[in-house]
C-alpha cells in the first residue's frame, strides 16, 4: 500500500467492530459467528483489524513506540484476510494492507518480525527454504513414477512445504498430472521459495530479491503455465507479484487445473470414494487469491476525512477467489458425499497458520486450528479436506490436539483414490501390514 493512501485509511476506521465477524447475513450460529482468529483468542480490541488501524494510527502520531509488546500484538494476525472482506459491509477499508504496511513500518526500525520469522527468513537466504533444510534435497519427493518432460511449457512450482513437510502433496499432484496426460517439468535445483513467508512478515526487500528471481528464472525457460499445489504459493504469484512486477506466463492452482481436465474428461473419476467430505478453503485460495483490478479514477475530497471515489472503484471483497474448482471436483468423485461447514469461501475461518503465526505463536495457529476442526466435525464428515499444505499441517494437528476422530487428505489425494491408484497413506499402511 503506498504511503500516502495508508495515512488517509488510517484514519478512517469507523470503530463499528464489524471486522471481528462474518457478514451478518452470513452468519449461520452464534457458535460460528466469528472471523477473526486473533480477537477470538486474545479478546481485546487492539487484536482485530479494526484495533490494528487504531494502533497503526497511534504510531503514525507518536503516541506508541515500537515496542515489543506492539510487536507481538501486530504479529499475532494470521493475516487470513477476514477483517479486509467484512469490512466492506461497513466501510471501503483494507485492514489487510494496513496490517502488512504497519508491519513493514516496524521492520523497517527493527521491531520486527518476530525472532523466529528471522530465523526462517535467514534461512531462505541461506538454503532457499524457510526449513533450514538443505537445497539439494528439494527434489527428494520425486519418486521413480512420476514422468517429467524437459519441453513442457507447463511449470509445476512445488513449494518449500510440500517439497520438504508435504511430500504427499507433491507425489499426488505429479502423479495425476501424468495420469491425465498433461506434460509438465519442475524447477529442480533452481526452484527457491516463493517468499510469500518473508512478505507476510514485513520483509519486503528480501521478498522483492526473491521475486525477481523467480520471475527471471522461470520466463527464461519460456513457461507458458505455472502450476501450483501451495495456496501460498499461488496467492503469492498471482496476487502480490503482479502488484511489484508483471509477467508473461499463466498461474493455476491444481485444483483449477484438474477442474478442467476432469471437465473435459481428461481425467476420467471412475472409483467409488465412499466418505462423507467436508472442505476447507485455504486464505490463499479464497478471499485472498482475488486479484486487484486497475484503477484509474480519482479521489475527490468532498469534506475533511470523507471522499469519494469517481468512477466507483471496484472493492475487492473476497468473492472471486477459487471456490468452484474443488468443490466441482469432490462433487465429480462417485460416492463421496460433501457436505458444507458453516464458514465457508470468503466467509471462511483461516486454519491459523499463516503469516508466521506457526512458527512464532503456535499457541495461536493450535488453538484457532482446533476451532476449525471443531466447525468441520460439526459438519458431520469423516473426512476434512483443503488444497494447501500449510492448512495440512495445521488442521492435522488441531486434529490431534483434540484428539478427533477426523481424517485429513489434501484433495488430490482424494483425486488418486477416485482414479483407482494408491495414495502415499495407502502405501504406508500396505507397508505397515507387510
Ligand atoms: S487478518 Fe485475520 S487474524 Fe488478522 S486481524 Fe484480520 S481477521 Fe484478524
Ligand atoms: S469493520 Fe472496518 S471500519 Fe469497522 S472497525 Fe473494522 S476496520 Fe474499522
Known sequence: ?????????????????????????????????????????????????????????????????????????????????NCAVACKYMNTLEPLEIIMKLREKLVSVGCGPMPKQQAYIDAVKKVHNPYNEPH??????????????????????????????????????????????????????DEFCCGSPILRTGDVYTFEQILNRNIDIIESKGIETVVFSCAGCYDTFKVDYPLRRKYNFRVLH????????????????????????????????GRNAERYEDWDGDIVPLMPLVSINIPPKPKRTGSKGVYDAPRNILNSIPGLKFVEMERIQEYAYCCGAGAGVKSAFPEMALKTAITRVDEAED????????????????????????NSKLIYYDINELILMALGLETEKMKQATAEVV
Open 1 to 81: 500500500m503506498e504511503e500516502e493512501k495508508y495515512q488517509k485509511m488510517i484514519k478512517r476506521c469507523l470503530r463499528c467492530s464489524v471486522c471481528k465477524w462474518i457478514p451478518q447475513v452470513q452468519i449461520k450460529s452464534q457458535k460460528y459467528a466469528s472471523g477473526c482468529p486473533a480477537i477470538d483468542i486474545y479478546n481485546f480490541h487492539p487484536y482485530s483489524g479494526g484495533g490494528k488501524i487504531i494502533l497503526a494510527l497511534a504510531y503514525e502520531m507518536g503516541r506508541l513506540k515500537p515496542t515489543e509488546e506492539l510487536r507481538d500484538i501486530v504479529y499475532k494476525c494470521t493475516e487470513c484476510g
Open 136 to 189: 539439494e534435497k528439494r527434489i527428494d519427493w520425486l519418486t521413480d513414477e512420476i514422468k517429467l518432460d524437459p519441453n513442457a511449457k507447463v511449470l509445476y512450482f512445488v513449494g518449500c512445504t510440500s517439497s520438504y513437510r508435504r511430500k504427499e502433496m507433491a507425489i499426488a499432484a505429479a502423479r495425476i498430472m501424468n495420469e491425465a496426460g498433461v506434460p509438465f517439468n519442475i524447477l529442480q535445483d
Open 254 to 285: 491444481t485444483v483449477e487445473l484438474f477442474d478442467e481436465l476432469i471437465t473435459s474428461r481428461q481425467l476420467q473419476l471412475t472409483n467409488q470414494v465412499p466418505l462423507i467430505v467436508t472442505y476447507h478453503d485455504p486464505c490463499h485460495l
Open 379 to 402: 459438519s458431520g464428515a469423516e473426512i476434512i479436506v483443503s488444497a494447501c499444505p500449510f492448512c495440512s499441517t495445521n488442521l492435522q494437528d488441531g486434529i490431534k490436539g483434540k
